[in-house]
C-alpha cells in the first residue's frame, strides 16, 4: 500500500481536524491512521495524519503545493510531507565502539529497516573490520583541533555526494560543529548514556557509580548545538545495584544504549517523530 | 469545562473520522480530544472523541438520539456518551486482604478520582474497621453454597438501591455468578495476581514460587463468565529472584496489585477503555 | 525465631568471613544468612550476618562487647548490632500531600511492617484527619525563618520523649537543619520526586516537563546535609509521553512516590541497608 | 587473575560456611566472592565461592579431589568446580531468524564474553551467510521425522569433535530429543518468546495478540525434557498496547529475545547459575 504521512504543528483552533479530515475524504484518499495532541500550555495542536494514495485524486507532486496553500497559510501551519515508497538514506558516524555499530547493521541487513546506508563515517578506523563485514563503505576523517573545520568540509561534502538525509551517532564521541548540525536540523539522533538530563557530558557511567544511583539509563535524542540537551525521542533504564563496578555499569550499559539507539532510529524512519522546540511529539 | 466523551466502534469504512468531526464541529463543539484505532484483523474502527460543550447547539439531553439517528443506524456503530460532569458510583467488593481497599479509599478521600463510593459489600466483616476510617457504609454477605443466589439478590437489590454505575473486586476471594455479571457487562474490574494468562485461578504466588519465575505480575481485567479470562486492562510486573519465598512473593505482589487495580479503576472512571470481544481498547 | 543481625565495613583483608562466621559457629549460633561485598575501588569488605539466638552461647546483652573487643579492633571494623525482638520506632513528617502517609498508615496498620510510629509532626494542619482515621498522634509544628530554631529544638525533644529511632520525610517539605541531621545521622529516609541526580530541587516534575523527558522517576535516600543529595535507597521509573501534562507528571508520580519511599523504609527497618561514604550497601 | 568458581549445594546444616570457607583461607586461598541461599522449603544450602590462586597451596588438578574427599562427603555436596583461566566451548543452533545470531556473533567478536564458538549448526541454509561474516564454521543438518535420529547422531559426534561444553538455542525451531538432552543436563539454552509459563509452545505472539495481554516477555531457560518447562534463568517484559500488531509485537519481542539470551548466556559462561531440581539460583 502507497500512503502519504503528513505530520503538522500550528496554533491550535476549532475545526483543523475537521477540515484536514475532509481535504482528504472529498479527494478520495481513505485515512488509514491519524492522531493528534493539543499541547494546552502552549496551545499549539499536534497532528500525524497516513492514507492510501491509491484513490487519491491529487497526483503525489502536487499534495504539497495543494495542502500548503489551501491550509497551511490559513492555519499557520508547520508541516512535512513524505511518501511510503520512498527510501530515506542514512549515514553513520561511530568512533572505537562496536555494539551500536553491530545492532543497527544487523537490523538493516535483515530487512528490519526501511532504510538505505551508503556510508559510515569514522574519526578511527577500529570499526573498518565491521563495516567491510556487512559491505557498507567506511570513510575514516581523523580529527584534531587543527584540521575538525576542513574534515567535516569533507564530510558535508560526502554526506551531500550520497544524498543522505539522517545521520545517526552511534556511539560517536566526537562534538559535532554548529554548522554541521545546522545543515541536518533534527536529523541527526544521538545516544547518550545515561538518563539525561543526570549525567550530561563525558563518563557518565563513572557519574553514575560515584553519585551511587540505583538506576542507569539511555537516551536517544536529537542533536542540538547545546551538549547533550536537544529534543528526547527514547529513554530507557536497567537496575543496577551496589555490587556493580563501572566495568559492569558499562556492559550492562551497553544493552541499553544499542536497543534505545535503534527504537528512535526506527521511529525517525517510520516518521513518527515531530520535533517542535526542544521537545518531541512522539506517534504511535 | 463542560465536556462529552463518545467511545465508539463500528466496521471501518472510509469517510467516518470526517463525518463524525463534521457533526461536532457544525454544531459549535470544541474538539479537545480524538483518537482513533483500527483493527485491521476484525475489520474494527474505534474512536474516543471529547468536546467542549460550551457552545455546542445541541442540548445534552438530546445528543445521544441524534448521534443515533444521523450516524449510528448509518455506519453501524455502537457508542456510548458520556459527560464530564456526572460522577460516576463505585461498589467495592472486599474479603480479607486490606492492601487494594486502603489504596482506593485513599485516593478516594484525598480527592483524586471523580467518584462516589456509597458502599462497601464484603463476604466477611474483617475489613469493617478499615471501611469505618473512612465512613464508607460497610455491608457483609457471608457465602455459603446454600446461600449464595439468595445473598447475591440481596446484593444487586443494595447495589440497585444505591444506583452503583460499576463495581471493583479489591481482592474479592469469591466467584461471582453469571447473573451478577450480566448485570453488569465490562462493568465488574478485577484484580488477579499473576500477569495473565500465567497462572490462572488459586494461588498464583505459590504456582510462581513453584515454576520459578524471575517476574511476577499482576493483572486488572474484565469481570467475564470465564475465570480470569475476560478483558485485560492493565499489567504489570516486578523482578524476583531464588531468594523471594512465598511470603516475600506475596509481599511484592500486594504493592503491584493495588497500583494495577488504581490505575484500571482511574482508566474506567475517565471512559477511557473500550471493550470489544475480549480485548479492551485503552485510550490515552 | 529470634535472631541477631550484624551489619559491618572493614579494610578489606583476607581471612575476615573464615572469622567471623568462627566466632558464630563455635559459639553455637547457627547462620541463617550471610552476604558480603567487596567494594575493590574503596578496598572495603561490607557484610550482613544474620544468626539464631537460640543456642548462642554469648547472651544477648555481651555481644556486642564481645564482637568488639575480639574482632571489631582486630580488623578496624565498624559494626552495628541488632535484635529481631527489637520493634524500632520511627517518627513521619509530613506536611500537606497525603498519598505516602497514607500508604505508610495502610502498611503499619495491616501489620505489614515491624514498628512503631508512636507520632506525626507536621509544619501545616491539613493531615491532622488522616492522622486520627489510623489514631497516631499529630503534632504541628509551623515552620518560619524566625522560629526554626526553637521549633526544631521542640521537635527534637518530642522525638528524644518518644524514644524515635528513625525519620521518615513522607513529602515534607521544609529543609531540616543541620543539627537535626546530625542527631540522626543515616537514620532520616527522604522521598524525592525525582530520578537523581536530574531534578535536584524544587519542582521536579515541572522540570521534567519542561525538559521533554520520556521517563520519570522517585528517589528515597537518607537525608544528608547536602540537598537531595545523601546516599541513594531506592529509585524507580515510570514511562511518560508528550501527552502525559505537568498535572499528570504528579498523578503518575505519586504512585511512585509512596512505592519506593515505602521500599525504602522497609529495607530500613529489616535492617537491609548499610551506608558508607555517600552510598548504600543494600543487602537482599 | 586466576581463580577458582566453587558452586554447590547439600542438604542445609550448621557450620558449613565457617568449614568451606575455613578449607580456603587455611590454604591461603583469598575469597574475593561469597554468596549463599538457604532453601527453607527444601532445606538446601547453596553456594558459591571464588578464591584467588595466586598463593593457594594446593595445586589446581587435586582441588576437586581435596575438597571432594575432605567435605563433599561429610556434607552430602553437590558441587561443580570451574577455573577462570579455562575458556569454555558454545555451540549455536539456528533456524532462520538471524537477531539473536548476531547479538551473540557480535558480542563474541567484540571480545564481550570469555568464550570460544567453534560452530554453528542449524536446520537450515538461511543463515550461512551470517556466520560466513564472523568466520565461524556453519553445517546444515536438514531435520525430517524420518532422518532426526541419525541427523542427531551426526550433530552429537560434531559436537564431541569439537569438544563443545554447552549450547545455545538462538531461535532454534526444532525440539531436541531427550537423548541430546540428557547428553547436555543444564547445558542448553533456549530463548523462548514469551513470559513462560504464559503460551507455552508455538507462536506464542499470535496466542498474546489473541489474548489481548498489555504486556510480552521473552524467556531463557535450560532445556529439559517437558517443552518449554526447563529452568528458568532470565525474563524480561516490554509494554505493548492495542495498537501493536502481531508482526508490531514480533518486532518488539525480538529485541527482548536477544537481549534475554545474552544475559542469560554471560550468566552461564560466568558461571553463576546453579540450577536445582526445576529452578535456578543466580549468583550476582
Same mark, same amino acid.
Given at each position: 500500500?502507497?500512503?502519504?504521512?503528513?505530520?503538522?504543528? !500550528?496554533?491550535?483552533?476549532?475545526?483543523?481536524?475537521?477540515?484536514?479530515?475532509?481535504?482528504?475524504? *472529498?479527494?478520495?484518499? +481513505?485515512?488509514?491512521?491519524?492522531?493528534?495532541?493539543?499541547?494546552?500550555?502552549? +496551545?499549539?495542536?499536534?497532528?500525524?495524519?497516513?492514507?492510501?494514495?491509491?484513490?487519491?485524486?491529487?497526483?503525489?507532486?502536487?499534495?504539497?503545493?495543494?495542502?500548503?496553500?489551501?491550509?497551511?497559510?490559513?492555519?499557520?501551519?508547520?508541516? /512535512?510531507?513524505?511518501?511510503?515508497?520512498? !527510501?530515506?538514506?542514512?549515514?553513520?558516524?561511530?568512533?572505537?565502539?562496536?555494539?551500536?555499530?553491530?545492532?543497527?547493521?544487523? /537490523?538493516?541487513?535483515?530487512?528490519?529497516?526501511?532504510?538505505?546506508? &551508503?556510508?559510515?563515517?569514522?574519526?578511527?578506523?577500529?570499526? /573498518?573490520?565491521?563495516?567491510?563485514?556487512? $559491505?557498507?563503505?567506511?570513510?575514516?576523517?581523523?580529527?584534531?583541533?587543527?584540521?575538525?573545520?576542513?574534515?567535516?568540509?569533507?564530510?558535508?561534502?560526502?554526506?551531500?555526494? +550520497?544524498? *543522505?538525509?539522517?545521520?545517526?551517532? =552511534? /556511539?560517536?564521541?566526537?562534538?559535532?560543529?554548529?554548522?554541521?548540525?545546522?545543515?541536518?536540523?533534527?536529523?541527526?539522533?544521538?545516544?547518550?548514556?545515561?538518563?539525561?538530563?543526570?549525567?550530561? $557530558?563525558?563518563?557518565?557511567?563513572? =557519574?553514575?557509580?560515584?553519585? $551511587? *544511583?540505583?538506576?542507569?539509563?539511555?537516551?536517544?535524542?536529537?542533536?542540538?548545538?547545546?551538549?547533550?540537551? $536537544? &529534543?528526547?525521542?527514547?529513554?530507557?533504564?536497567?537496575?543496577?545495584?551496589?555490587?556493580?563496578?563501572?566495568?559492569?555499569?558499562?556492559?550492562?550499559?551497553?544493552?541499553?544504549?544499542?536497543?534505545?539507539?535503534?527504537?528512535?532510529?526506527?521511529?525517525?524512519?517510520?516518521?513518527?517523530?515531530?520535533?517542535?522546540?526542544?521537545?518531541?511529539?512522539?506517534?504511535?
Amino acid at each position: 500500500m502507497n500512503t502519504a504521512k503528513l505530520l503538522l504543528h !500550528c496554533p491550535d483552533r476549532a475545526g483543523i481536524v475537521t477540515d484536514i479530515t475532509n481535504f482528504i475524504s *472529498v479527494n478520495n484518499g +481513505n485515512i488509514i491512521y491519524l492522531d493528534q495532541h493539543v499541547d494546552h500550555v502552549e +496551545n499549539i495542536f499536534f497532528m500525524r495524519i497516513e492514507w492510501d494514495l491509491e484513490n487519491f485524486l491529487i497526483p503525489n507532486e502536487k499534495i504539497q503545493d495543494y495542502f500548503d496553500t489551501l491550509y497551511a497559510r490559513r492555519y499557520d501551519i508547520t508541516f /512535512r510531507l513524505y511518501f511510503s515508497d520512498y !527510501c530515506p538514506r542514512m549515514a553513520i558516524f561511530v568512533s572505537k565502539l562496536s555494539h551500536c555499530l553491530y545492532d543497527i547493521l544487523a /537490523r538493516y541487513t535483515a530487512g528490519e529497516w526501511k532504510v538505505e546506508i &551508503p556510508l559510515i563515517i569514522s574519526n578511527h578506523g577500529d570499526l /573498518r573490520e565491521v563495516a567491510e563485514r556487512f $559491505g557498507v563503505p567506511f570513510h575514516v576523517f581523523p580529527i584534531t583541533k587543527e584540521n575538525k573545520e576542513e574534515q567535516e568540509d569533507r564530510e558535508l561534502q560526502l554526506l551531500q555526494d +550520497n544524498r *543522505v538525509d539522517f545521520i545517526v551517532l =552511534a /556511539r560517536y564521541m566526537q562534538v559535532l560543529s554548529d554548522r554541521m548540525i545546522y545543515k541536518y536540523p533534527n536529523k541527526i539522533i544521538n545516544i547518550h548514556h545515561s538518563f539525561l538530563p543526570a549525567f550530561v $557530558g563525558a563518563k557518565p557511567y563513572h =557519574a553514575a557509580f560515584e553519585r $551511587g *544511583v540505583k538506576i542507569i539509563g539511555a537516551t536517544s535524542h536529537y542533536v542540538s548545538s547545546a551538549l547533550d540537551a $536537544g &529534543p528526547i525521542i527514547e529513554q530507557d533504564i536497567v537496575r543496577v545495584t551496589h555490587k556493580d563496578t563501572i566495568p559492569a555499569l558499562i556492559t550492562k550499559g551497553k544493552d541499553l544504549e544499542k536497543i534505545v539507539l535503534s527504537r528512535a532510529v526506527h521511529k525517525h524512519i517510520e516518521r513518527k517523530i515531530l520535533a517542535y522546540k526542544n521537545k518531541t511529539v512522539i506517534f504511535e
